[in-house]
């Protein structure tokens, strides 16, 4: 599968993010980087996924994470269509590979 983001702003930022070693050094970099909204967004995909993956129902996800229907469906054909990204990154923090 291609990627759509793949170009080299993108290289740069990503070789960036691998560069941060700590909890304390991410927020640091994502709090310059980033609005407080779109940390958000990302972090509230990041949990509708995780609810998804450990099959919670839409209502229970909405009343959660305050999430939309939109963004339950969007991260839901992630998890079934996407690069199984999110399979791998929990499948890591679940064997404690980020503390």
Do not use: P, W
Not at 5 to 26: G, N
Not at 65 to 82: D, H, M, Q
């Amino acid at each position: 599968m291609e990627s759509k983001i793949k170009d080299v702003q993108s290289d740069f930022l990503f070789k960036a993010v691998l560069q941060l070693k700590t909890l304390e050094e991410c927020y640091a970099f994502f709090e310059d980087l980033c609005t407080v909204q779109e940390v958000r967004a990302m972090a509230q995909r990041l949990t509708v996924a995780h609810m998804l993956r450990n099959n919670q129902v839409y209502s229970e996800i909405v009343s959660k994470t305050g999430a939309s229907t939109a963004t339950i469906s969007r991260v839901n054909r992630s998890l079934n269509y996407g690069n199984d990204s999110y399979s791998f990154v929990f499948e890591r923090l679940e064997k404690g590979f980020m503390e």
